[in-house]
């Protein structure tokens, strides 16, 4: 099942975008963010988010591989 994005919608979120909901809100979480909202939810610009998504994947986070 495809996850879509909780708050406009938005189909077939990417990798990243589930990785990140999942990393900043709840691993266990059944609700996800595509990038743009979860930058307004977290009231962030989505660049900050982009450069969190780089530094988890140096990091070797496994919710990015």
Do not use: S, W
Request: hydrophobic content about 35%; proline content about 0%; aromatic content about 10%.
């Amino acid at each position: 099942m495809k996850k879509k994005c909780y708050l406009c919608g938005k189909e077939h979120l990417t990798k990243n975008e589930i990785a990140l909901t999942k990393k900043l809100i709840d691993r266990d979480t059944k609700v996800f963010y595509c990038i743009n909202c979860l930058a307004e939810y977290l009231e962030v610009d989505v660049e900050i988010l982009i450069a969190k998504i780089k530094e988890f994947k140096e990091q070797g986070c496994d919710l990015f591989k």
